[in-house]
């Protein structure tokens, strides 16, 4: 699923986790960085192309309970593969969303109970106790957005798409000052245009994040 930056967290999270149960090379790592990345970059393409070539301009309003808009996804794909496709892409549609929700219980507890370790001078990293424990905080407090959203699922959503886009350039460069301030072996250390690379997509981020706060606010 299209995911967003801070991932990356969690990615060398789960790889550090895999460290306890086998040998992680560099190589094995930067593959599983890149299949997970390269993936998301690729739906992320459907998921637009989707919106933009099969709803907008349709004139079609989205509905604003989840279970309205569950069926109307399912519908519109329905509508543009064929009928015989509707149980097919509602059954797709439901473990994509409960990967979805497994991982990100998984990682976001696994990343407060390392920042809980860090803060507390563990130095053997995540507890499993307290792994388990914000797992449940989590999933309870998830429940209750869900529940309290039931038939607001347009604010919900325009309320994560804002903070995603206020957000993302502040981790995009937490990302950028750890790479190149961390003490790594000459073989892990990025090259030059790499780093130029890292530059574009700074200066991309926060000007798209200056572009959305005028259109949304300034615009208005």
């Not at 306890?20 to 997970?36: E, R």
């Not at 543009?80 to 929700?101: D, K, N, P, Q």
Request: glycine residues 6%; charged residues 10%; neutral net charge.
């Amino acid at each position: 699923m299209p995911a967003p930056i801070e991932i990356s967290c969690l990615t060398s999270l789960w790889l550090k986790s895999q460290r306890k149960l086998h040998q992680v090379t560099p190589q094995s790592a930067l593959f599983d960085f890149n299949v997970g990345y390269i993936g998301t970059a690729v739906l992320a393409v459907v998921f637009l192309s989707l919106g933009a070539l099969v709803l907008h301009g349709s004139g079609t309003e989205l509905k604003a309970s989840g279970i309205g808009f569950s069926h109307q996804l399912v519908s519109m794909y329905a509508t543009t593969i064929g009928e015989w496709s509707r149980y097919l892409i509602a059954v797709v549609a439901f473990f994509c969303i409960f990967g979805s929700t497994i991982t990100v219980i998984d990682g976001y507890a696994r990343a407060i109970a390392e920042a809980q370790s860090l803060l507390w001078g563990n130095e053997e990293g995540c507890n499993r106790q307290w792994h388990n424990s914000w797992m449940v905080v989590l999933s309870v407090s998830a429940m209750g957005i869900i529940l309290f959203f039931s038939s607001a699922l347009m604010p919900l959503l325009d309320f994560a798409m804002i903070m995603a886009f206020m957000t993302t350039p502040v981790f995009a460069l937490l990302n950028y000052q750890l790479v190149s301030n961390a003490d790594l072996p000459v073989s892990l250390q990025w090259s030059k245009p790499m780093k130029v690379l890292s530059i574009v997509g700074l200066s991309y981020l926060f000007g798209f994040l200056a572009l959305f706060v005028w259109w949304k606010w300034m615009m208005s």
